[in-house]
């Protein structure tokens, strides 16, 4: 009897653990998945396949848990994310060093930027905000995307806030966003309906989002701003988890 090489075993027998690991059931894995989600991330529930799943996730700075859903279809990922405050779809590609994911469209609703208003003494109102398409590459070693380009729109914004111990209220028409990477860093740029370079919001490294006023967006609330038009008038920084 011809003897078969113990290459060839060990090679079928890496192929069988190897089948078994991709088809078992995600909810099994919870636990490991857990261990390497960015903390404060609560992995609640995990369902399905490595390439046809749900998953439901919590966010520190969220009430309602976010559910996420995701099927193979070679050779991108279908994903679909829901949540109260925001809806969107797109596709991901998974690669060994990181990840690139398309949005074909997303809505977020005004509810979701309202604790940072808040916390800065002003209340938002208004429509959703609407992303028309975006491109982000990830690596998995940090939240800040390596490059990122898309747009995105906001058909009307009601602000009340304090000024001068008066109560005032605006409304500001037609924003548009622009995702971009420069030299990079990766921000998204908000514009006025007549183009204005209102905010620039850049996410860091530690996990928080900085948040750059420019002075068109004081001359928007009606305050009037003498310094230069390209420079900050002021840095806000939020966590983002």
């Known amino acids: 009897m011809k003897k078969i090489p113990i290459f060839f075993v060990c090679w079928f027998v890496l192929l069988l653990l190897l089948s078994a690991l991709v088809s078992s059931p995600l909810h099994y894995w919870r636990n490991s998945i857990q261990s390497n989600l960015i ?5 609640q ?6 390439w046809d799943g749900d998953a439901r996730v919590s966010l520190p700075r969220l009430m309602t848990p976010v559910d996420l859903q995701w099927r193979f279809n070679f050779p991108l990922i279908n994903v679909q994310v829901t949540h109260p405050l925001f809806q969107g779809w797109g596709a991901a590609s998974i690669g060994l ?15 979701l930027f309202k604790p940072v208003a808040q916390s800065n003494g002003v209340s938002l109102n208004g429509s959703s905000f609407i992303i028309d398409r975006l491109f982000i590459n990830v690596g998995y070693d ?8 898309g747009e995105g729109s ?15 209220n605006i409304q500001i028409k ?22 204005k370079h209102l905010l620039t919001l ?27 038009a390209d420079y900050p008038v002021a840095v806000l920084v939020e966590p983002l988890f």
């Open 39 to 43: 903390e404060g991330v609560i992995l």
């Open 97 to 111: 060093d990181g990840a690139d994911i398309w949005v074909d469209q997303a809505q977020l609703d005004m509810g």
């Open 45 to 50: 529930q995990i369902d399905g396949r490595l």
């Open 174 to 195: 037609g924003i548009t966003v622009e995702w971009l990477t420069q030299e990079q860093e990766s921000k998204m740029l908000v514009r006025s309906q007549e183009g």
């Open 202 to 228: 850049e996410p860091t490294h530690q996990q928080e989002l900085e948040i750059a006023i420019m002075p068109p967006l004081l001359n928007e609330v009606g305050i009037n701003w003498s310094g230069k």
């Open 142 to 149: 940090t939240f800040v995307p390596r490059l990122w380009r």
């Open 154 to 168: 906001l058909e009307t914004i009601n602000a009340d806030y304090r000024f001068n111990n008066d109560r005032k």
